[in-house]
């Protein structure tokens, strides 16, 4: 949610902010902006997408060795040009960008009102920065030390970074809550939300911790907390290669990204899934394996797609591992004063790692003495630093707006900790134990089936591009797939999608059912198929559209429906992480049909780090 980007050294500052913002869009694309140090401060933003930005500035000076850029995702104030990001302070003096929410704002604003500040824009960021200048003046103190006084009193999130025009050699950068990243090159210094801006120039890294402040100079980075003492930087080294960052001859990141699943799920299987052994390899979850087989209790905590990856795992779960198992959006899981015991296991489900509900419900849980296992896509992010164990998803960098490589990933990660605890408590006898290794095995190859499917669907969302509802109706494992199906088509096309269990439909949702109404059935060959093919009955007595995603040789539902989806056979655990993909391409291909930005979907953001 925003994306910032800065840089100190000998290069030519703007080209390489412009790139990083480009590259950080997904983040936000309401405004962007960029503020440039020589011997003068320039701020220069605009509404809009960085295109915008970037055309406004042709012709213009925009040569410095230091600067800045931000994109975006507003929360305070409409999205126009006064609200964009570079703030300048009151005097002109200092540029700041901020990513995050101070929450105290309107209490600091009327502070600084009483003196006589008067504000241009609407913004948190604008009090925080004015609030920073006033302490400056009053202590007569550096800029670094104003910082860290006033963050002392500011309640909230936040990356900043600020230029001062009296100190052209220096950043200052401080973190709290949102996501910063310092690359650390030959002479030079490049910050960023993520490493996606730094990769290209260097592979060494430092990920900034909460309370930290960062004082960057071209040759010089010192870390400090918000007691003034030093910190020794952790360097890490990145591993990530600029082409995943890339689209790679794909139209769009969602396509390629959907497309990459064979790849992902391999990746995240391999090295851990051994067929022939009969093992599953995760020193992450090894190492903790006693207090994750005697849990009396997992909840799961996620929000959006990756909750409905822990919808999926509390089956997979429950199934395998008998043990009793609850899921939570992480937003309402925080301020319900939930019941968590010492003993308890969260399961914490994030792609960014870096969403505010999800972090905020982490850090109540861990108050009340429970054990958190991160299932976290990004590396080093702060969902991953925070859990006490966990497993990567190994899917690779998400551009796309839309979640989609991330979500079978966590499905397979998700699946083989279950097994794994499920062989511990013996809960699970060897046969069902290696058919399973052996289906999961085989899902990379079984995607590559399902994506054959891509023109046909293509087609399908041009036949069903105007429809202005759709319903999307699934049982046991395929309930979830069905709301994720939903999620994806409305964040995607804006057509209005419901997801339910497909049994829940003839207490309420049946009322929708007309001819204009296309109703999706996630509907593989499971345990529960008896019971769909009834519900499809209910739906084409109504004479609803169906179209359906169904098994291989289903010969039954294929001569109901009016459409369909013919998917590999696989077993009805494993079976979501086939079934979802034709409903990310029904998603992807309805937007493209309808002429929207499908990377960058409207009033979205990827990562979500406000609360
Ligand atoms: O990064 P996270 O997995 O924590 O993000 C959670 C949601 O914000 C995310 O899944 C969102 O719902 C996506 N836009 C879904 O496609």
């Not at 080209?15 to 960029?34: A, Q």
């Not at 930290?212 to 010089?220: G, N, Q, R, W, Y």
């Not at 108050?367 to 006490?388: D, K, M, P, T, Y």
């Not at 056979?569 to 998603?587: C, F, N, T």
Request: with cysteine; aromatic share 6%; charged share 25%.
């Amino acid at each position: 949610m925003c994306g910032i980007v800065a840089y100190i050294g000998p290069r030519e500052a703007y080209p390489v902010i412009l790139k990083g913002l480009k590259r950080l869009e997904y983040r936000g694309y309401d405004s962007s902006g960029v503020a440039l140090l020589n011997d003068e401060l320039r701020v220069y933003k605009k509404k809009g997408k960085v295109a915008e930005l970037e055309d406004s500035l042709v012709g213009k000076d925009l040569h410095a060795h230091a600067g800045m850029g931000h994109t975006r995702w507003a929360t305070h104030g409409e999205p126009n040009d006064r609200n964009a990001h570079p703030h300048s302070s009151a005097s002109g003096r200092l540029a700041m960008i901020h990513n995050g929410i101070i929450e105290n704002y309107t209490q600091l604003k009327q502070e600084l009102m009483r003196k006589g500040y008067v504000f241009k824009s609407d913004t948190d960021t604008e009090v925080l920065l004015n609030f920073i200048e006033d302490i400056q003046q009053n202590n007569q103190c550096g800029l670094e030390e104003a910082v860290r006084i006033a963050l002392k009193r500011v309640v909230g999130a936040y990356v900043i970074v600020l230029l001062d025009r009296d100190t052209p050699d220096t950043l200052i950068a401080a973190r709290k809550g949102s996501p910063l990243v310092i690359g650390i090159g030959k002479g030079e210094h490049f910050l960023a939300s993520d490493a996606s801006p730094i990769i290209e120039y260097t592979k060494e890294v430092v990920y900034v911790n909460d309370y930290e402040l960062a004082i960057l100079k071209s040759d010089e980075l010192i870390l400090k907390n918000l007691g003034n003492d030093k910190i020794t930087p952790f360097i890490q080294k990145l591993d990530m290669e600029m082409a995943a960052i890339e689209k790679g001859g794909y139209e769009h990141f969602m396509l390629k990204e959907i497309f990459e699943q064979p790849a992902t799920i391999f990746d995240c299987l391999r090295g851990r899934l051994d067929v022939v052994k009969g093992t599953i390899t995760m020193a992450g979850i090894q190492q903790h394996i006693e207090k994750l087989s005697t849990a009396k209790r997992i909840i799961m905590i996620g929000c959006g797609t990756s909750w409905h990856a822990g919808l999926v795992a509390e089956y997979v779960f429950e199934e395998l591992c008998r043990i009793p198992v609850e899921v939570e959006y992480a937003s309402e899981f925080r301020y319900r004063n939930p019941v968590v015991h010492p003993g308890d296991v969260i399961i914490a489900i994030s792609q960014s790692g870096e969403t505010a509900d999800t972090i905020v419900a982490i850090e109540k849980a861990k108050e009340n003495g429970a054990f958190i296992l991160g299932v976290v896509n990004v590396v080093g992010s702060s969902i991953a630093r925070i859990s006490n164990a966990g497993a990567y998803t190994h899917a690779g960098p998400e551009i796309g707006v839309a979640s989609t490589k991330a979500f079978t990933a966590q499905l397979a990660v998700l699946t083989m900790i279950a097994l794994k605890i499920a062989k511990e408590r013996g809960s699970i006898d060897t046969t069902r134990y290696m058919h399973l290794l052996n289906e999961l095995h085989s899902v990379p190859e079984k995607v590559k089936e399902v994506l054959k499917l891509n023109g046909a669907i293509q087609k399908l969302a041009e036949k069903y591009k105007e429809a202005k509802d759709a319903l999307y109706l699934g049982r046991g494992y395929n309930f979830a797939v069905a709301l994720e199906g939903a999620l994806k088509l409305k964040e995607i096309s804006y057509i209005h999608a419901e997801g339910y269990p497909a049994a829940e439909m003839k207490h309420g949702p049946i009322a929708l059912v007309d001819e204009a109404l296309p109703v999706v059935f996630v509907a593989t060959r499971d345990s529960y198929h008896e019971k769909i093919v009834s519900n499809i009955q209910e739906v084409k007595a109504r004479k609803g559209k169906i179209v359906a995603v169904i098994s291989e040789g289903d010969t039954i539902i294929e001569s109901m429906a009016d459409d369909c989806m013919v998917i590999p056979e696989a077993d009805e655990l494993i079976a979501p992480m086939l079934s979802v993909i034709p409903l990310q391409l029904l998603a992807y291909y309805s937007g493209v049909a309808k002429g929207y930005d499908v990377d960058k979907p409207r009033n979205l953001a990827k990562s979500v780090t406000v609360e």
